[in-house]
Structures are given as C-alpha cells and as structure tokens.
C-alpha cells in the first residue's frame, strides 16, 4: 500500500521510465520510425549541408537567406513528424488504434507545432546557459510534441513539465550519459575505420592520414548530428511516457490499459519490401561477373572536348572556396530587392535541377558500364548473349519493384479509406444507456450530465431506486471530472470516500455531502431502506445547483 501511494504520488523513477522508454520503443512499428526518420534526417542533413557551405564558401546574402527559409521549412516539417511519432508512442502504450497519416494532419501538425516550438531555438540555448532552469524548459518542448493534438497543449505542457521534478533531471542526466556514449562512439568509428583500412588492407582513401584535421567543425557537426538522430527517439518515448503517467492521476488510464504484444512484421508491405531487398542483394552480385572481362580500349577525346569539360569544373562550386562570387550583368540592370531575391530563388532551383539531372545521368552511365549493348560486345561472344540476358534481367526486377511499390501504395490507401469508413460508421452509431440493474455498470460510461439524465428519465417511470443510483454514479463522475477521484472497477464507495478526503484538502463540506449521500445511497441500495420520492428529488435539486456553468 505505501508503495503504491508513492507510485502514484511521485511518479515511476526516472530508472524504470527509461527503462519502459526502451521497451515502448522496441515494439513501435516501423511505420512510426519511418514518419520519425522521414521528417527528422531530412532536416539534419540539410543542416549539415548549410554549416558546410557557409564555412567552405562565402555564398551571397541571397543564397542565405533562401538556405534559411529551407531550413524553416525542414524544421517545421521534422516538428510534425516529431508530434505525429509521439501519438503513435502515446497509441501503443494506451493500446488504442494510431491516427491515420494524411497530409492533412501533418499539415495542421506543423502549424501548431512552429506556434510554440519556434520559441525553443532562442529559449532554450539561454536556459542552457542559466543551467537552473533547462530541465524545465526542455520538459515543456518535449511534451508540446507528446501533446500535439490537444486543444491546450500549452497549458498542458506546462503543467507536464512542473510534475516530478526529481524524476525529469535524473532522466535527463542518465539520457545525457546515453548521447555522450553514442557520440564517442561514432566518433571513434569514424576515426579508426578509414585509419585502419589505409593501414592494414592498404587501402588508399582521403580519411586514411593521420592529424587533427578530424577535429574541424564539419566532422563534429556530423557526429553530433547522427548521434542526435540516435538517441532522441528515446527522449521523445521518455516524455510520452511522462504525460502518459502525468495525466493518468486524474484520468487513471495507466490502471485501464495494458501494453500490446509485439506484432511480428507480416502482411503485404512486410512481403513487397523483403522482396525488393532479396532482388537487390541478388542484382547486387552481378557486376562481380564482368571482372574477368577484358579491358576496353581507350579512346581518344578531342582537345577543345577536354578544354570545356575543364572549364565547367573549375566554374563549379567546388573551386570557388572562399572567394566573393563576380558581379554578373543582370545585377547591375537596377532590379529591386524582392525581384533580385526571386530571380536568385529561380537560379537555385535550375542549379538543383541540373545537378540532379547530372546525378541521373551518371546513374545511367554506370548502369550502362556494367549491363553493355549487346552491339558492343564482341561479335558472337558468350558475353554478348549475357549482356543481353542481365539486361532483359535488370529491366523486369525494375518494372516488378515499380509493380510492388503501387501494390504498397494502393493497400496503405485502402486502409486509409476503411479506417475512415469505419469511423464515420463509428460516430453516427446512438449511444447505448446502460443497465443500471446491471452491477458490473460503472460511472465512467456517462458523464455527469448524462447520468443526470437517466435519473431524470427513472423518476419520470417512478423507479426511485433506479434514480439514486443514476444520482450516486452522476456524483461519482463529477468528483471524477474535477480531479477528486480517480475511477477504477475494482475501488469500493469507501475507497472513493477515503480518496475524496485525501484530495480535497480544505474543502471538507464536499467530503462531508459525499459521505452522506454514500450512506443513503447504499442503505437503499444494499440493505432494506425504502426508497422515496423526496430524498432523490432533493439530491437531483443539489446536483442541478451546484453544476459547473
């Protein structure tokens, strides 16, 4: 008993809530991790690509200004798909259906989502550096996203984050030492990898020389980054499972629920997408087979070929380090800021174009180096009869990956549909009274008002007694709603009695009404008192006066 009250009054340790964090996060489906990893790495990488383009190169204040506006837009997607992961942790450890994805809801997520946590880029680096009151205000931001479908996720955030302050700071801090773990270990990869295949396979490659040139800030940024990418998964399950607890003491769902078993990965998608990894290890094996043929001849290139192949690399970005970009022609025509700004935007995305189209291509070449025509293999040749099988081969595994991924799409699709039809069908279905005959009925099933109602509707059929117990389980929800009870099948009326006298400190006239109409009620209910017409008339008088406008 003492143990349980102090479960329920300081909170699971933070020891066991990281603990149950692992385990929610071994049985999440891998479509939550993909909705993560989806919204998260795109934002990483193009962090990444911004710190190591405004340190290699000294780019306009144009082309800043649209790479932020890209990062504000990968941020505020990387949000969403942080609130849309923590309603599929908050569904699995309540083990209710997850939210059907739709671009809808991830719309409306990242909405909500910037109104708050846009604050955090500022507010949390200066509580980092006041020290005191980070736990807290990084508590908040982590339970906006575990909170992103409430109406006031704000308060509510708030209040998360006050709750079990022990618990927060000691989960923090064994989390820290997690990310600490993980980064040297990345780290340390990364530094001996490279280091070991130069030295001992002899392998030449750039990473391979020794020296303090790894400690520059684009390899710590990359560190730190697929570290982030690592353990933040287990932050977000961490104050998941915080709010989950935090609002189960008013609520009581952690006593009504119980974790899922894991599902094994089977269905369509699970079948699609082994396939496709079994053609790709077995297509992955071909190209060894074109290592006994022999070399080809090298052909002569042009001059004036060679010279602009030369002259497009060196006007590429890779060549213009830190030097300030030329003036060109069209900046000087006298253009104004908001047109010389769109003209710069529409520069960038033919260069993003053309560096895709050039990525193709080179796709293109390679796949042609090693599937070649059977035109130019020697004439007659096994190997031009196997050139020609491989690439009949090629062609029919890209059509089945295409044929599978439009299976995948359409079954998502279908399920999407009938999730929403049965929904629908769902909502437009008449509540059904219950039985108040029926012992195993209990006050969660209405609320106050609508237990109110049922008596009303027994005293008009003259079953009194039927009407004192609709008023007793009408009483019961409204102790619920204001937070002064916690329903459960398995309490007693004592033990609401003894729980209402433990919650409402200072307020002993409820207590008191409470106990009172306890006793009647189970006088007439359990032992042989005789209902009448003015006891419940006069309870359903006090209920309708003292209901919350």
């Known amino acids: 008993m003492n143990a349980s009250r102090r479960r329920a009054t300081a909170g699971p340790s933070a020891i066991e809530l990281i603990e149950e964090s692992m385990h929610l996060l071994r049985g999440v489906p891998a479509g939550a991790l993909a909705v993560y990893y989806a919204g998260s790495a795109p934002f990483v990488l193009g962090v990444l690509f911004f710190w190591a383009y405004m340190t290699w190169f000294t780019p306009p204040p144009v082309v800043n200004a649209w790479a932020a506006a890209g990062l504000v837009a990968l941020f505020a997607g990387m949000k969403a798909a942080h609130a849309e992961f923590c309603a599929r942790l ?20 990242a909405a909500g989502q910037m109104r708050i946590q846009a604050w955090g880029l500022v507010l949390l680096p200066v509580a980092l550096v006041a020290t005191v009151p980070f736990g807290w205000v990084y508590a908040y931001f982590q339970n906006v996203s575990a909170l992103g479908e409430t109406e006031d996720a704000h308060q509510s955030a708030v209040d998360q984050a006050e709750l079990w302050p022990g618990q927060n700071h000691l989960g923090l801090l064994f989390i820290s030492i997690l990310g600490a773990t993980v980064w040297v270990n990345l780290a340390a990869a990364f530094w001996l990898a490279p280091w070991l295949a130069n030295h001992l396979l002899g392998v030449e490659n750039a990473f391979g020389f020794s020296g303090w040139w790894r400690f520059n800030t684009t390899f710590l940024a ?24 935090g609002r ?96 710069q935007g529409v520069e960038i995305l033919k260069d993003l174009w053309k ?51 439009a299976i995948v799409v359409s079954l998502v699709l279908t399920r999407r549909r009938r999730l929403k039809k049965v ?26 008002d609508g237990w109110l109602e049922l008596a009303r509707f027994q005293m008009g059929r003259g079953e009194w007694r039927l009407a004192l117990r609709a008023l007793y389980l009408a009483t019961l929800a409204r102790l619920a709603a204001e937070g002064l009870l916690s329903l459960a099948k398995f309490k007693t009326n004592l033990d609401y009695e003894r729980e209402a006298g433990r919650r409402a400190m200072g307020r002993g006239e409820i207590v008191a009404r409470f106990a009172a109409r306890r006793a009647a009620f189970e006088a007439v209910w359990y032992g042989r008192t005789e209902p009448s017409e003015s006891g419940a008339r006069d309870w359903l008088v006090e209920m309708e006066r003292t209901s919350p406008q």
């Open 355 to 405: 560096r895709v189209w050039r990525l193709c291509l080179r796709i293109y070449h390679w796949l042609a180096r090693w599937y070649p025509k059977a035109g130019g293999e020697p004439e007659g040749g096994a190997s031009s009869i196997g050139g020609s099988v491989l690439r009949m081969l090629l062609y029919a595994f890209g059509a089945a990956a295409l044929v599978l991924i």
């Open 222 to 245: 990359s560190v730190t980054g697929m570290a982030w990418l690592i353990v933040d998964p287990v932050v977000k399950a961490f104050y998941t499972l915080r709010c989950f607890y």
């Open 248 to 343: 189960a003491r008013a609520t009581g769902e952690d006593l009504r629920v119980q974790l899922p078993a894991p599902r094994a990965a089977t269905g369509a998608a699970g079948r699609a997408i082994a396939l496709l990894l079994l053609l790709a290890a077995w297509t992955g094996g071909v190209p060894g087979a074109h290592a006994s043929e022999a070399p080809r001849a090298v052909t002569s290139v042009k001059a004036a070929d060679l010279d602009a192949s030369i002259d497009e690399v060196l006007a590429g970005s890779d060549f213009q380090w830190r030097l300030r970009p030329p003036v060109r022609a069209d900046d000087l025509t006298g253009d104004g800021p908001l047109k010389h700004f769109v003209r």
């Open 90 to 109: 908050m569904a699995q450890r309540m083990g209710s259906e997850a939210p059907p994805l739709s671009w809808a809801r991830l719309c409306s997520l």
């Open 423 to 448: 929904a629908v069908e769902a909502r437009g279905a008449a509540p059904v009274a219950p039985d108040l005959e029926d012992e195993s009925s209990h006050a969660g099933q209405l609320t106050a």
